[in-house]
């Protein structure tokens, strides 16, 4: 023991709150956090949901007592959004919504193990193996679950509900199928489900036989999204046009959902999945020259943020380095500006919100500062708040209210706007600005076909 000038005694043994130290399991940067608390007062649900403690606690707190084997995860990790307004604001960088999509994983791991060990077995062809396993998953499996999900592979539902869309538009619309979903599967019967286009966008691209313009140094590989491919195909062809009105090479590779809906959802086995196989495609497409583009700002983010920052799998960081938002491209590559100021456009007025995640990657100005300069159309940004639906988090029956708390905001902001039609990069702020107004609503993209293409 040793005795100070002051009298303190300095030689102590630290408490060991662990058995053993090494086995913590501090993420990079959970220690980067100082408890501002800025990320809390920038959550929009925890604005609205007093219950829920915000990214802070989902975040740094909880990994800061981790141990690398602890799968305890606190189940208020689910009425997390996913918006990822928290990781905008924190001065300090701490990676806040990587740690929740890692805790989200841990958790729905948690909720069915057998059934993700089935599944693995089947994959590595162990057939009995995954027959042993299958035979607990019926004592696992809960309807949130199952609804989850569902929710988090749209494209799987989608790819075959557009094989008949006038009768899958029939069924889904009826009162008697939103009543089911709502009471026994837990999908709000408050919304209208989007409707199946006729013509998905990659079959209108076979019919039209590709790619109209060939380049050897503009060239771009197009990642369309689900959503734009089985939904609102009028927004990836007007992508297209605007491209090659440009003079751009536009290839339209394989590929499957961005991931977006499954990390919201902690399904992060099938966002793997998802994700190789992307990765693989774009990868090539890149090695042989070409940038790839979103016309969906949630895409972008999950191609160039959210892949390198939960997978390890070969090219992700090569996709990530050349992957662009659809105007942000253009914007750096082009004279968009000086092409629209003589544009005269025949478009209505309009009430811009951006989404969360185009503000996540500072695009969320772009849209208002391009349309600026049309003499012919007003736009009017309707502010910063949140939409709240957050993909497919609206849609769950116990978190409608929430979502719609939450997009009050932005409701009243469109309502105040000059313009009765609405515009947004993301398509389910569109569903949420629609549903929560009755207006249209169109994608920025649309605006720069009818100014340019359309002419
Ligand atoms: S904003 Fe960043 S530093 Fe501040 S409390 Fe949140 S995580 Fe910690
Ligand atoms: S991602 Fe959004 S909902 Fe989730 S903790 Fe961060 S700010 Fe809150």
Redesign the pocket.
Known sequence: MRVTPRGFDTEFDPAQVFDDPTEMDLRPGAD?????????TSCPVAEVDDDFPG??FQ??EQWRLKKGDDRDIDPSITDCSNCMR?DN????S?P?SQMHNTARGEYVEGQAPSLWSAEDALADGEFREALSYLRGVPSELSIEFVRNRVLSNYGTMAGLGSEVPRLTNLVMGSRVTKWVNDRFFGITAERDFPEFATQTFREWWRERGGPKVESADKRVAYFHGDYSNYNTPEVAKAMVRVYEFFGYEVRVPTQRCSGTPMFANGMLRDARRAAAVNISNLSDFVDRGYDVIASCTSCSMALGQEYPELFDIEGTQEVSTHTYEALEYLRIHEDLEDELRDADVEFPDLAYHAPCHARNQGLDRQAVELFGELDSLEVEDVGDSCSGISGTYGWKTEKYDTSMQIGEEMFEHMHDATGETGLTECPTCAMQMGHGTGYEIRHPLEVVEAALVDQ
């Open positions: 980067n956090c100082y408890k501002c608390s800025t990320c809390d990214p802070k975040g740094p928290c604001v924190c001065p300090s701490v806040l």
